[in-house]
């Protein structure tokens, strides 16, 4: 159980073009997400907390305008990263909180994550 | 300020041997909750142990024990009979707030493991 998927897992776009992030929780319904950043060999930095049905909250630093975050179902958050330029390549991985707490001591499901270059 | 420290960024140990990775923290909150995550190559966050303020004893959870010292604010992970499949980055977090307040994790640093035959 508690399973989180992304899509896509590996995506190149030119600098100036915009890309959609997937996020979704397959067999439970998450009413928070987060979207987290790493950068290689370095940790994951939590960029936003998605909430269903609500405006998504932003870590400071983190353009809200730059990075769209739409949490518009149970089961699914997408994050858009808009006119994307090279610095934005990175690694981007969600996670999803399963308010039943069924699933033990852990609290947050990750997904797979998903690899950008901006070329 | 950093929440979580990680202060070993990479560490190698040998096959079948048990390896300590330490983790110190900091929070005013007498609430919160440490867990560990194993990161492979692949990029995929494990969920591997948990540790609760408020739990009277050390977690354990097959080969992975966690050293809770709450006074020294300190949660380190303990290995046992390292296997070349726990070559990885390690993370140490933190949530703020009792159990199922749903709060943000904090990350630290990692240390990477390598196992060597």
């Known amino acids: 159980g508690a399973v989180v998927s992304q899509h896509p897992s590996r995506v190149i776009c030119k600098s100036g073009t915009s890309v959609k992030i997937e996020c979704r929780s397959l067999d439970f319904q998450a009413t928070t997400m987060f979207w987290y950043r790493q950068f290689p060999k370095q940790s994951l930095m939590l960029m936003a907390t998605?909430?269903?049905?609500?405006?998504?909250?932003?870590e400071q630093g983190v353009e809200k305008d730059k990075f769209l975050i739409n949490h518009a179902s149970l089961t699914l958050s997408t994050l858009t990263v808009t006119s994307a330029h090279p610095e934005d390549s990175s690694f981007y991985i969600c996670?999803?909180?399963?308010?039943?707490?069924?699933?033990?001591?852990?609290?947050?499901?990750f997904g797979p994550g998903t690899r950008l270059t901006v070329l | 300020a950093q929440k979580i420290t990680q202060t070993q960024p990479g560490m190698f140990v040998q096959e079948k041997e048990a390896v300590t990775l330490d983790c110190t923290y900091d929070t005013s909150d007498p609430s919160y909750g440490l867990f560990w995550y194993k990161q492979p190559s692949s990029g995929e966050m494990i969920f591997l142990i948990y540790?609760?303020?408020?739990?009277?004893q050390n977690a354990t959870e097959g080969r992975y024990s966690l050293n809770f010292q709450k006074a020294r604010k300190s949660a380190n992970l303990v290995i046992s009979a390292s296997q070349l499949g726990d070559s990885a980055m390690y993370f140490c977090?933190?949530?703020?707030?009792?159990?199922?307040?749903?709060?943000?994790?904090?990350f630290g640093a990692g240390t990477q493991v390598v196992v060597t035959p």
């Open positions: 996670s999803a909180i399963d308010i039943t707490g069924g699933q033990g001591d852990n609290e947050q499901f």
């Open positions: 540790q609760g303020s408020y739990d009277q």
């Open positions: 977090a933190m949530r703020e707030g009792p159990p199922r307040s749903w709060g943000k994790l904090q």
């Open positions: 998605s909430n269903e049905g609500s405006k998504a909250t932003y």
